[in-house]
Nanobody
Framework: QVQLVESGGGLVQAGGSRRLSCAAS????????MGWFRQAPGKEREFVAA????????GYADSVDGRFTISRDNAKNTVYLQMNSLKPEDTAVYYC???????????????WGQGTQVTVSS
């Protein structure tokens, strides 16, 4: 079992920045690839970013590539999502998740956090 707890959400103005954190406990954090997903009201959950177990490889959705950066600190059992140049369309509940392999597909992720709300005002 892996327990995941996100933090760092809140209200931010368009063009601003926010850093989300996801703290993990349970099985060795470094065993898992980690991903961030988001779900806006009335929309399906979508992939945002993912990072390999050692941080050596990362992938992004086209909509956030160049603005968001995923990183991890295995010593702190934490994965981060740095979000810059935020847009109103980035408004969503953001979830972190753990998987055996890095993937864009939410079905590959067996463990999920409770989510943190990010609201970007125009």
């Amino acid at each position: 079992q892996v327990q995941l707890v996100e933090s760092g959400g809140g209200l931010v103005q368009a063009g601003g920045s926010r850093r989300l954190s996801c703290a993990a406990s349970g099985r060795p954090f470094s065993s898992y690839a980690m991903g961030w997903f988001r779900q806006a009201p009335g929309k399906e959950r979508e992939f945002v970013a993912a990072i390999s177990w050692n941080g050596g490889n990362a992938g992004y959705a086209d909509s956030v590539d160049g603005r968001f950066t995923i990183s991890r600190d295995n010593a702190k059992n934490t994965v981060y999502l740095q979000m810059n140049s935020l847009k109103p369309e980035d408004t969503a509940v953001y979830y972190c998740a753990a998987a055996r392999i890095r993937s864009r597909f939410d079905t590959e992720y067996g463990y999920w956090g409770q989510g943190t709300q990010v609201t970007v005002s125009s």
